[in-house]
């Protein structure tokens, strides 16, 4: 199975201030034939589902915010929150779907310092 | 409105069943793959398993493979995940989602409550 790491486990950030958040898999999740990353991020709020912010690892999903951004290639991805706002306070999840499982980091609980 | 709505959690003792139910609405639900994903309580998010489009070919993580089917009826629009001889650890909040582009999930269910205990 594919092992998804994410670093930190929770991260206080002032507002207006850049967030960042790391996912490491413990194999690429690059697919050479369409040079594709298999790997989505999502935030959840509390009481609430996950919303989908990103796929393909740097696709933005429509209505996501610009000051969000995905990036990474491989084994190691990066989402950015270029400048934090008030309802940015989330977990953040990445999840790969290179192989079965489609395995999910543990999850960056975001807050306001 | 794209949705989709899961019922028929509950309480069930250990070695019960349930079966979990996703109603869509909103899109063409036969074009989609469509998954189950779990989170216990205060915990992460657990991927569950996924079905294809026409329900010929499904996928398990290693801890419910053998008690759980996953299935799904394109003429009623629904998903559905039959749980068989649940344990403790299968309490959880089981979201169904649709896959899109990049095997993602674009829509969520609001989720439906398992509680495993006696």
């Known amino acids: 199975d594919i092992v998804m790491t994410q670093s930190p486990d929770s991260l206080a950030v002032s507002l207006g201030e850049r967030a960042t958040i790391n996912c490491k898999s413990s194999?690429?999740?690059?697919?050479?034939?369409?040079?594709?990353?298999?790997l989505a991020w999502y935030q959840q709020k509390p009481g609430q589902p996950p919303k989908l912010l990103f796929y393909?690892?740097?696709t933005r999903e429509s209505g996501v915010p610009d000051r969000f951004s995905g990036s990474g290639s491989g084994a190691h991805f990066t989402l950015t929150i270029s400048s934090l706002q008030a309802e940015d306070v989330a977990i953040y999840y990445c999840?790969?779907?290179?192989?079965?499982?489609?395995?999910f980091g543990q999850g960056t609980k975001l807050e306001i310092k | 409105e794209v949705q989709l709505v899961e019922s028929g959690g509950g309480l069930v003792q250990p070695g019960g069943s349930l079966r979990l139910s996703c109603a869509a609405s909103?899109?063409?639900?036969?074009?989609?793959?469509m998954r189950w994903v779990r989170q216990a309580p205060g915990k992460g998010l657990e991927w569950v398993a996924n079905?294809?489009?026409?329900?010929?070919?499904?996928y398990y993580v290693d801890s419910v493979r053998g008690r759980f089917t996953m299935s799904r009826d394109n003429a009623e629009n629904s998903a559905y995940l039959q749980m068989d001889s649940l344990r403790a650890e299968d309490t959880a909040l089981y979201y169904c989602?649709?896959?899109?582009?990049?095997?993602?999930?674009?829509?969520w269910g609001q989720g439906t409550m398992v509680t495993v205990s006696s």
């Open positions: 194999q690429s999740v690059l697919y050479s034939s369409n040079n594709k990353n298999y």
């Open positions: 999840q790969q779907f290179y192989s079965s499982p489609h395995t």
């Open positions: 909103g899109f063409t639900f036969s074009n989609h793959w």
């Open positions: 393909w690892a740097s």
């Open positions: 989602a649709r896959i899109r582009d990049g095997w993602a999930s674009d829509i």
């Open positions: 079905i294809n489009k026409d329900g010929s070919e499904t």
